[in-house]
């Protein structure tokens, strides 16, 4: 079975700190994915990566950074977290699509920031 | 880039009647619908997909059609059973050899009443 393993489940941070969730995942994906998830506002997309040190902005870029150095992780950094920013953060990976496979994705369980 | 719009935010049948969720995409570049069932406090799942060159695939009480004229695309579950109650989100995203940029929908509770 896949499985992306997100760092921490539950987070408490305070406005204005430096806040890493990090992701792991253990089937050799290329494509790597940090999503939010909001009521009412789905899964929005904030960076993906395709390959090491490659990365592109997704539709909520702002207020974050991402670094991917080893193909199995791929880290969500804020580097001066706020209020606006309390949400649940979902990390996936998937394979490229074509040679029999569906590109689908494989989330891990969550991260949920609280920023006071 | 691409948009996707999803219909209604929230659903509930009666268990046994039938659920229809339906989504509009913009990038006509888009071939590739996938939809993801997230059950309560749990992760989201893949639950069905379909490609651009198909107008209708089915999985058991779980099919989805598409309209590439149109840019739309439809989940439909028959008999519903309490179990199918979850948020369902679909997407759209372009067949590339490299990078998926995979843009969801923004969900659709579904309710299923007893």
């Known amino acids: 079975d896949v499985k992306v393993t997100q760092s921490s489940r539950y987070l408490v941070k305070r406005t204005g700190e430096k806040v890493f969730l990090e992701c792991v995942q253990d089937?050799?994906?290329?494509?790597m994915f940090w999503y939010r998830q909001d009521p009412g506002l789905g899964l929005r997309l904030i960076y993906f990566?395709?390959?090491?040190?490659?990365?592109e902005k997704g539709d909520i870029p702002e207020g974050y950074s991402v670094s991917r150095e080893k193909k199995e992780r791929f880290s969500l950094i804020l580097e001066s977290a706020s209020t606006n920013q309390t949400s649940m953060y979902l990390c996936a990976s998937s394979p490229i699509q074509g040679q029999g496979k569906t590109g689908e994705l494989f989330f891990g369980e969550g991260s949920r920031l609280t920023v006071l | 880039g691409e948009n996707v719009e999803q219909h209604p935010s929230t659903l509930s049948v009666q268990e046994g009647d039938s659920a229809v969720i339906k989504c509009t995409y913009s990038?006509?570049?888009?071939?590739?619908f996938p939809w993801y069932k997230q059950e309560l406090g749990k992760r989201p799942q893949l639950i069905i997909d379909?490609?651009?060159?198909?107008g209708e695939k089915k999985d058991q009480r779980i099919a989805v059609t598409l309209n590439k004229t149109a840019k739309h695309f439809s989940l439909h579950i028959t008999e519903t059973q309490p179990e199918d109650s979850a948020v369902y989100f679909c997407a759209a995203t372009p067949f590339y050899s490299s990078a998926s940029k995979i843009i969801f929908g923004s969900g659709t509770r579904l309710s299923i009443r007893p």
């Open positions: 990566s395709y390959d090491v040190k490659m990365k």
């Open positions: 990038d006509s570049a888009s071939n590739y």
């Open positions: 379909i490609r651009s060159n198909v």
């Open positions: 089937m050799d994906h290329e494509n």
